[in-house]
C-alpha cells in the first residue's frame, strides 16, 4: 500500500482527532496542525515548517462559536492562508470538510461555509470537499448549551453521521489522487448517517442517559429553520450514506 503524508490542519478538534487516527491506522505520515502543535492557521504561524514534504492538506479547522460574521472571517483567513503556504510547499491538493446545505443557507455557521467552500475552490491549489451532515456529537453539544435544567431543542429533520465516518470518508477523498474535483456535473461529495431523524428526539435518548430534561420545540427561532423544517439540510440522492445510526453511537458511548 502506497502512503503519503497528510497535515490536518484542526487536528485537536472533534473531527480532527477521528482524521488523525484514520489516517495513522492507514499508515500515512500525519502532521497534526492546531495551536497547541505550534500551526496557527490565522497568524500563519508554523504553517510553512509543518508543510515541509507534505503531499495533502485536510482541512478540518472550524470557528468554535455559530456567529456568522465571525466564523466568515475565520474561514476565509484560514483557508488563504492554507492555500498560500501549501503552495509554496508545493502540496499536491487540499480537501476541507464543508456541511450539508451549505448552498442553501442564508445565515448562521452553515452560511459561512459558503465562504470556506468558495475560498478551497477559488485558490491555488486544486480543491476538493467532503459536504458533511450533523455529527452524533453535536447532541450532547446543544444539550450543554441548555439555559436551566431543560434543554429546548428544535424539532427538525436531520440525518446525523459519526464523526469516525466522516473522518473515514474524508480520508478516502484525500488519499485518492484521481478523485474528480467539484465542477459542472460533479456535485460536491455528502456523507451522512443511514436515516433521517429528528434532532429532539436524538436529544431525548442522550438526555435520558444524562438525566437532563429534552423539550422539543419549533426551529423558528434558529437560523434557516423554515429550510430545515422542509428537508433542505438532509442529503442529496447522491450522498453516501453510512452507520452508525444516533442510537446504536449512542449505546457504544455508554
Keep these: 500500500m502506497s502512503t503519503s503524508k497528510f497535515a490536518v490542519a484542526g487536528a485537536t478538534g472533534r473531527l480532527g482527532r477521528h482524521v488523525v487516527d484514520v489516517l495513522t491506522e492507514r499508515g500515512h505520515q500525519v502532521v497534526p496542525m492546531s495551536r497547541t502543535t505550534g500551526v496557527d492557521v490565522i497568524t500563519g504561524e508554523g504553517l510553512a515548517d509543518a508543510l515541509v514534504g507534505v503531499d495533502v492538506i485536510i482541512d478540518v479547522a472550524s470557528w468554535h462559536a455559530s456567529d456568522q460574521e465571525a466564523a466568515t472571517k475565520f474561514f476565509r483567513t484560514a483557508t488563504g492562508n492554507l492555500h498560500e503556504a501549501g503552495l509554496r510547499a508545493e502540496v499536491d491538493r487540499i480537501v476541507a470538510v464543508s456541511i450539508i446545505g451549505t448552498d442553501k443557507a442564508t445565515a448562521g455557521f452553515v452560511a459561512a461555509q459558503q465562504v470556506h467552500e468558495e475560498a478551497n475552490l477559488s485558490g491555488p491549489l486544486p480543491a476538493r470537499i467532503l459536504r458533511a451532515a450533523q455529527f452524533h456529537e453535536f447532541v450532547g453539544q446543544l444539550l450543554d448549551w441548555r439555559q436551566g435544567d431543560v434543554a429546548r431543542v428544535p424539532a427538525l429533520p436531520t440525518q446525523l453521521v459519526a464523526c469516525r465516518t466522516v473522518a473515514e470518508t474524508l480520508v478516502d477523498l484525500a488519499a485518492d489522487p484521481g478523485a474528480a474535483l467539484p465542477g459542472p456535473g460533479v456535485p460536491i461529495p455528502e456523507i451522512a448517517g443511514p ?33 430545515a423544517a422542509v428537508g433542505g439540510f438532509l442529503p442529496g440522492s447522491h450522498a453516501e450514506l453510512a452507520g452508525p445510526t444516533f442510537r446504536e453511537w449512542l449505546d457504544t458511548q455508554f
Excluded: H, N, Q
Design 195 to 227: 436515516r433521517t431523524e429528528i434532532m429532539s428526539e436524538a436529544a431525548k435518548l442522550l438526555g435520558a442517559r444524562r438525566g437532563i430534561e429534552v423539550v422539543g420545540v419549533d426551529g423558528s427561532g434558529m437560523p434557516d429553520g423554515d429550510i
